[in-house]
Structures are given as C-alpha cells and as structure tokens.
C-alpha cells in the first residue's frame, strides 16, 4: 500500500504549529514491510532548503487559469529524514520565505495542481491521497471533478482536519483557476457563496478525520460555520487522536536540552533544565515555574494571559516564563508586562524550537487555556517530559488529561475565564508545595504513552474501510 500525505507544513522541513509535527513524524510510523508513506509539500525559500542540497526527479508546466507556470518536483539528494519527501518548487510564487502569506490561494492551489498533475504520469498510482487542512482541500473535488484527472478519480482519499477555523475560502471570481470540471457540480465547492477549501474537501472526500474524538464532536455544534455540514456528513467523520513522535519527543536523548534524563531520574534532570531557564531569565529557581508556549491567537487564550498573568503574579512565590508569537497588541502586553515583573515574570516573543524543549524539560506546569484545541501537542509533549499541564477541558486537551482531583495527571478548567485560569495556577502552586504527590505525578505522566503506534493502525483501518 502506498499512502501520499499532502501538506503545507512537515517538521523539519517547515514548521509553523502542530501540523508540521504530525505530518513529520506520522509516516515514519506508518510505514512498514506492506507500508510506504511517503509526503508531497511545497518548496521554501527557507534554512531548511538553504541547508540541504536537492535533486530535480521532474520538470513540467502547469496551468493556473491563463498563466503558465513551470514547475519541478525535487527530493533530497541525500534523505536524512525517515520517510521520503517530494518538494514541489514554484519558483517565485511558492518558492517564497514563508509558508502562510496573503496569497494563500494561487500558492496553494498551484501547488495542487502540480502534485496532481505529476501524479498523472506517476506509473503505479498511490492506494491512498491523505489531505492536510484547507491548503490542500481542493484535491478530493479535483479527482472527482477535473476531466484531466480522471484517471485518478478511483484513489481514496482523505481529509484530516487539524483546525476548522481556517478554511481558506476564497470569491467564485477565482474559478477559473481550478482545472475544468463539469460546471453543474460547482456547488461542491461552494460554502456561503464562496469558494470554501475545506468544506468542499468535507463534501468530496471519502473519508473525514479529526485530529482528536472530542473536537469531532464539538465541530458537530460549533465549526466556524461547518457544523451543518459536518453532522450532514457525519457518517464518514471520525475523530482520531494524534499521537506525537517519541523520538524527536524524547528526554532520554533529546539534543536540545541542558541534561537527559529518564522516567528514574526525572526530579535531577529537570532541576538541570529548570534551573537552566531560571539562570536564563532570571528566576528564583526555588519557586514554581509556569509556561506557556504557543501561537498568540485567541483560539490558544493568548489575549487573556496579561490579565492572567498580572493577577497570579501577586503571588510573589511564582514564576512565569512565555514562548510565543502571533497578535501584535497580545505581543506588546506580555512583553510590557516584564517591565513591573523583573526576576518573576519573562517572554520571549518569537519561535524558537531549542528553547521550547527546554521549557518542557525544565519548566513546572504548562499553561494551555485554549478556546479551541483540536488535538494539541504541546500537553502530550509535557507529559512525556514530566512537566504537569493544566488545560482548559476542550477538544484534544479534555481527551487527554485529567484532573488531580480525578486521580489523574493535570490540572483542568471549564471555562477560559481569567478566575478559573487564575484558580488553577494556585491549585497548581499548592500541589507544587506538596512535593510527594506533586514528584509521583511527573513520574508518572512520563509513563503515558501517546505514541503514533495506536492511532496509526486507526487509520489504517479506516483507509481499508473506505468506499465510494
Ligand atoms: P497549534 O498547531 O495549534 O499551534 P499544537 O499544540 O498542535 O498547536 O502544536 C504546537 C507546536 O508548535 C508544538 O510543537 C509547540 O512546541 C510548537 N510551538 C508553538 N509556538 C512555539 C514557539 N513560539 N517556539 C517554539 N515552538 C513553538
Ligand atoms: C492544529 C490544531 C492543534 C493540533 C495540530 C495538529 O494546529 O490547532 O490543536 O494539535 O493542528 O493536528
């Protein structure tokens, strides 16, 4: 069986969030002696391709609307990851130094269609076209309904959504772009009078995913606009939850961090990191460290932290530490709030890959007040770490943790709500003042598998299930 993952994003390639870490690591999981899985995804202009030297395997031409435009298809000259990757290079307009801009849709939808169209001269064609979010949503209405690709139209293919909040819509004036179907079925691209990426994909392809059972759900109720949608087209939804590479996830051998360690000695190893990060900004290493790590969007809370963050910091024996880019005016609060909080509270404002593994290897609880959380990685990661998360019950973080007071893990709260955000941090402050409970928890949490072995024989069974 051979499965072709579409995506804009694969770590270590180019990553903005989580959807670079799935696609990084879920082939490598997925492929075996019956198995080859292999990724499609752009070409940037980016360190990653200024670092490795590639190999053009394919060059051709493709029609966006009335402009043509060449295009090639490279993979490494010499394949450091573990699986292998296609590079699709659009020179000027996809081979670019970022991967989400403005123009969004001419990239991506050339990108489409030069995948596609290379796969039409590809001799035995994949068993499976698994697509990634909207940037890669028009594929399943493509195989359907471009005449070019109709020797295509008998692959399965599948959507996952890692976030239904972006769906890349795009106006009808644009239609020309898309290779010529049978104009009577434009309606499977359209969503509220628009060209809507991800419910056409919803509407086309022949499975959906989620990445976790608890946001499926929640998209049945509230999806930016595709809940009708989704629960008319329940029948082949299902949520799956990711699972996180634990190798690159890995204390025992992670590079990046001040000192290893393992399940035995995790009270010295993340005193190392912690005190590390304490030294680095400025804490008192004896007090509870609290981080937050993560894009600085409303869906994440991240608007809500300042006032957070000024309320708990009353408490003069607590320390906050963040990592994190996105809003501008969040951005310049959490780094103005430094400014009455020398030697308690830091950020660093910016995306920095080194850092963030420390912050799990050394940091005490991990903040996730999350409005949405499809599935969420940076909890899985903590608790691989022994780092304690406390979570807003949402999507893929209520799937995954549980409350002290349940006898679980982490600590949780309903609400994303300054209070209960500011409730949970002293709860956490008192467990962190109990330290055999608080020792027996990050013992404990590092024990938690959330590796890709479960999930992926999840697809697995849902690619052989699927049927037209
Ligand atoms: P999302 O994809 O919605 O941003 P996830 O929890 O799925 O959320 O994944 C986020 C990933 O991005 C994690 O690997 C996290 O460590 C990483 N990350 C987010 N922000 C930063 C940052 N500023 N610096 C380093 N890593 C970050
Ligand atoms: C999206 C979601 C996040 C999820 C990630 C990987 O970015 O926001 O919750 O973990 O995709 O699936």
Same mark, same amino acid.
């Given at each position: 069986m051979k499965i072709i993952h579409l995506s804009a994003e694969c770590y270590p390639i180019a990553k903005v969030g989580g959807l670079a870490d799935v696609v990084g690591a879920f082939p490598k999981y997925q492929s075996n002696k019956n198995i080859t899985s292999e990724v499609i995804m752009p070409l940037y202009d980016n360190k990653f391709s200024e670092q490795n030297s590639f190999q053009t395997i394919y060059s051709g031409q493709l029609n966006l609307g009335s402009e043509i435009l060449d295009f090639e298809i490279q993979t490494l000259? $010499?394949? $450091?990851?573990?699986f292998t990757v296609y590079f699709v290079k659009i020179p000027d307009l996809l081979y670019v130094d970022y991967v989400y801009s403005f123009d969004d849709t001419d990239r991506f939808l050339a990108f489409q269609i030069a995948a596609l169209d290379w796969m039409l001269t590809w001799k035995e064609k994949p068993s499976i076209i698994h697509c990634h979010d909207h940037h890669v949503g028009l594929i399943p209405f493509m195989l359907q309904e471009s005449f070019k690709y109709e020797s295509l139209n008998k692959i399965s293919n599948i959507l996952t959504i890692?976030?239904? +909040?972006? +769906?890349g819509s795009f106006s009808h004036d644009k239609v020309n772009l898309i290779p010529e179907f049978n104009f009577n079925n434009v309606g499977l691209l359209d969503w509220g009078e628009v060209i809507n990426p991800l419910a056409s994909a919803i509407k086309c392809a022949w499975g959906v995913t989620t990445v976790s059972p608890g946001y499926m759900e929640e998209l049945k109720l509230k999806a930016n606009g595709l809940e009708d949608l989704l629960r008319h087209e329940s029948a082949k939804c299902v949520g799956i939850l990711n699972g996180i590479d634990s190798e690159v996830w890995n204390p025992e051998t992670d590079s990046y961090i001040v000192k290893n360690f393992s399940n035995s000695r995790v009270i010295s190893g993340r005193k190392a990191n912690k005190e590390w990060l304490c030294k680095e900004f400025n804490f008192d290493a004896k007090k509870p460290l609290f981080a937050f790590i993560g894009r600085l969007v409303g869906e994440k809370g991240a608007d809500l932290l300042p006032e957070v963050f000024e309320k708990s910091l009353q408490n003069k024996n607590i320390s906050i530490l963040l990592l994190g880019s996105g809003q501008d005016d969040v951005e310049a609060k959490l780094s103005s709030l430094k400014e009455n909080h020398e030697g308690s509270y830091n950020a660093y404002i910016g995306y920095d890959e080194k850092l963030s593994h420390i912050i799990y290897a050394g940091a005490d609880f991990l903040l996730m007040p999350s409005r949405v959380e499809p599935c969420g990685l940076n909890q899985m990661y903590a608790l691989r770490y022994g780092l304690i998360p406390i979570v807003r019950e949402v999507g893929g973080l209520k799937d995954t943790i549980i409350d002290i007071a349940d006898g679980g893990f982490g600590i949780t709260h309903k609400e994303v709500e300054t209070e209960q955000i500011v409730h949970a941090i002293e709860r956490a402050t008192e467990l962190y003042q109990n330290k055999k409970q608080f020792n027996k928890i990050r013992k404990y949490s590092m024990t938690i598998d959330h590796s890709w072995d479960v999930s992926a024989a999840e697809y697995l069974n849902l690619y052989q299930s699927l049927k037209k």
């Open positions: 000259e $010499t394949n $450091t990851l573990d890692h976030n239904a +909040q972006y +769906q």
